[in-house]
């Protein structure tokens, strides 16, 4: 007798844009919360470090990159500075604003889960072809990229 579970199921060609964009989304944001709370920091919390790694933003503009409200952001950077994560300094340009900085601490701890979420992402696109993988990340670009501009966020990574 054989079971249900010794037979593959057949592959779902489409579950609908809007039923497979939620579920990819589900898949990436639980890998990045599960390597997240390997290292103690929330997604929220890795999402900051990630934005540092390319940027020194001011107070404001990581409100945008997150979409959070002033008091979250400064809550937030608070926990990560009292981490030793990152850092906050006068903004050279307006001195009522700050700028946040990642520190080597936070630099390092990025680094390791910028690895391991690599390898997780590569073994979840391991069954599309090299040709769907460019052609997904293309689409995601244009995707992301069009909401960033609609935030007025500049995506694109600052000199160090």
């Known amino acids: 007798m054989t079971s249900s579970h010794d037979t593959p199921a057949p592959p779902i060609e489409d579950l609908g844009l809007v039923d497979a964009l939620a579920q990819l ?41 997150l979409g959070l409200d002033k008091s979250s952001i400064t809550g937030l950077v608070d926990r990560a500075q009292r981490r030793g994560l990152v850092t906050r300094t006068p903004s050279t340009v307006d001195r009522r604003s700050f700028q946040v900085s990642i520190t080597d601490a936070g630099r390092e701890i990025v680094a390791q889960v910028g690895t391991r979420f690599a390898q997780r992402i590569e073994g979840c696109t391991a069954p599309l072809t090299e040709a769907d993988r460019k052609h997904l990340s293309r689409l995601a670009t244009r995707l992301v990229t069009a909401d960033a501009q609609e935030r007025g966020v500049d995506l694109r990574t600052t000199p160090r």
């Not at 103690?40 to 945008?64: A, K």
């Open 25 to 65: 989304s589900f898949l990436v944001q639980n890998a990045l919360a599960e390597i997240a709370g390997e290292h103690d920091l929330s997604l929220t919390q890795t999402r900051l470090l990630g934005i540092l790694r390319d940027r020194e933003p001011t107070m404001n503009e990581l409100g945008r990159h």
